[in-house]
């Protein structure tokens, strides 16, 4: 199952083409209210696609992910919690 429009799956590739590398941003809220954002990196386009696919089904709260650069990765803490 893709879960990569064209457009994302065209960046990818792009950042692939430039750098050898894909970088991705991502932040997550788990089912107790705790949120925290990190970075990771792909050496090719089937195991980003894979990371989706394991980040779908165990997702716990909501979550996102974008492309980032060497320059612009993100890490933070996991902070917070319900009714803080």
């Known amino acids: 199952m893709k879960h990569l ?12 083409l ?8 991502y932040w997550s809220t788990d089912c107790d209210g705790c949120s925290s954002a990190n970075n990771t990196s792909f050496q090719d386009m ?7 696919k394991n980040s779908y089904e165990n997702d716990e709260g909501a979550w996102g992910w974008d492309y980032a650069t060497k320059d612009t990765l993100i890490e933070e803490a996991p902070r917070g919690y319900w009714g803080m």
């Open 5 to 16: 429009s064209l457009e994302a799956e065209n960046e990818g590739l792009k950042q692939l």
């Open 46 to 52: 089937e195991s980003l696609e894979k990371w989706i």
């Open 18 to 25: 430039k750098n050898g590398i894909i970088y991705i941003n």
